[in-house]
């Protein structure tokens, strides 16, 4: 591990909470130089919702390098973008009736993000943007500014301007819509008209706080009726983590514009996209580019994942809708038994997790549970919240298995936390 230590810059994290070597992965399983095993219910942070090396995206993508497929190849034409773009819209846009022209960034959710923003900011020549409490949309300066963790907005080293945050759904118990509405209404209310809202339908990092259909609907109509673009940040809540393929789909709204990254890629491979209206794409070539904004690897991939689950069955959705059931009976069984230590449920789907009494509890918790072979994290404003982020692909058996650890890892601390207070 000394050469971690002495060549990595301290600003890594994950590694501090796993500190192993991994070498191998398949499906739902690490496994590190000493052979030992663990299951993931991290899945790279929402990036890797087909799991690892998941066999049937592994032969597409080496099928496509053995041919000598195009790998990098700016934002020219290729095969394997011809055949991604066919596929995403025959079996994703199409079957939602979603009118989505898509551009390519940089392959970080965070540049999706920064490009949107600009995007907006140019249509409607506002400089201002609304975001809200315990967002989190990136640590690029443009992102960051729309993102609520003090944590990571004091990495910034200059003022993050010219956004306006206001509360999500259920925070502090205040109708953020109302106030947003009538501050709009008033010319003294101090508010500058925004040209976007930027929202996560679930709050990945700030805590698993989920938006209800209803609010979402009276977000959109807001935005309607004020002439605001209306941005679905699905960097992390996207690509089924939430039940369907779009997190927002339950509401029944349509977006100007969606972020993607992390799991449109299919395989882990890095790639990022904007899904924007038709009559929203202004830009002037070249305006917003990035030399690797044509992983064609990536494509080849992604095309693959949406063509083997994301087709016209129900399958999937219903393995995802099985295996969040499974998740939300351990959770329920655990509030049940220790209603003194853990709070509620949260999220939705299998973006799922409990709020712990405190960060330190859910962080005895995660530590007790990778050193009986579970990898899990902490989300919230203050780490408070278990998060149950296993890949989409992961079998009922495997899914049990980790949840017992879970369990056990409960029994483990309280006991812990018995004897020292005894």
């Not at 944590?151 to 502090?172: C, E, K, M, W």
Request: hydrophobic fraction near 40%.
């Amino acid at each position: 591990m000394d050469i971690f230590d002495k060549q990595e810059s301290q600003v890594r994290s994950y590694c501090n909470s796993f500190p192993v070597v991994f070498t191998k992965a398949k499906g739902c399983w690490l496994e590190t130089e000493s052979g030992d095993r663990y299951l993931d219910f991290l899945a790279g942070a929402g990036s890797l919702n087909y799991g690892h090396n998941n066999p049937v995206l592994k032969q597409a993508l080496l099928k496509y390098i053995e041919a000598d497929g195009i790998t990098h190849g700016l934002d020219m034409h290729s095969g394997a973008k011809e055949e991604f773009l066919k596929t995403f819209h025959a079996h994703i846009l199409k079957p939602r009736a979603l009118n989505y022209k898509a551009q390519f960034t940089g392959p970080t959710g965070t540049n999706a993000v920064e490009a949107a923003l600009k995007l907006a900011r140019k249509i409607k020549n506002r400089s201002s943007i609304v975001a809200f409490t315990n967002g989190f949309h990136g640590c690029t300066t443009g992102a960051l500014a729309a993102t609520g963790n003090q944590h990571h907005r004091q990495g910034a080293g200059v003022s993050l301007n010219n956004v306006t945050r206001i509360p999500f759904d259920g925070y502090a118990d205040i109708d953020g819509l109302k106030l947003f509405e009538t501050m709009l209404q008033d010319n003294s209310a101090g508010i500058d008209k925004p040209a976007a809202v930027l929202v996560e339908t679930v709050q990945g990092e700030g805590g698993l706080n989920a938006a209800s259909d209803e609010w979402l609907q009276r977000l959109s109509e807001i935005c309607k009726g004020n002439d605001i673009l209306l941005i679905v940040d699905d960097i992390q809540a996207g690509c089924g983590r939430t039940g369907t393929f779009f997190s927002f789909e339950s509401a029944g709204i349509k977006p100007d514009m969606v972020t993607l990254s992390k799991s449109i890629g299919g395989y882990g491979l890095p790639m990022a996209l904007v899904l924007l209206k038709p009559e929203l794409d202004i830009w002037k070539p070249g305006e917003h580019n990035g030399t690797f904004r044509g992983n064609n690897h990536a494509f080849v991939t992604a095309a693959k994942a949406i063509e083997v689950y994301w087709s016209e069955n129900q399958q999937f959705e219903q393995h995802i809708a099985n295996c969040s059931e499974m998740v939300s009976e351990v959770i329920d069984s655990t509030l049940e038994r220790y209603p003194e230590l853990f709070v509620k449920q949260k999220g939705r789907g299998m973006m799922i997790g409990i709020e712990c009494c405190s960060g330190n509890l859910a962080s005895e918790i995660a530590k007790a549970c990778f050193e009986n072979g579970l990898i899990i994290e902490t989300a919230g404003p203050d780490d408070e919240v278990v998060k149950f982020f296993a890949p989409l692909t992961i079998t009922e058996a495997e899914l049990k298995q980790g949840l017992e650890i879970f369990e056990q890892a409960v029994e483990l601390v309280i006991l812990q936390q018995f004897k020292k207070a005894s």
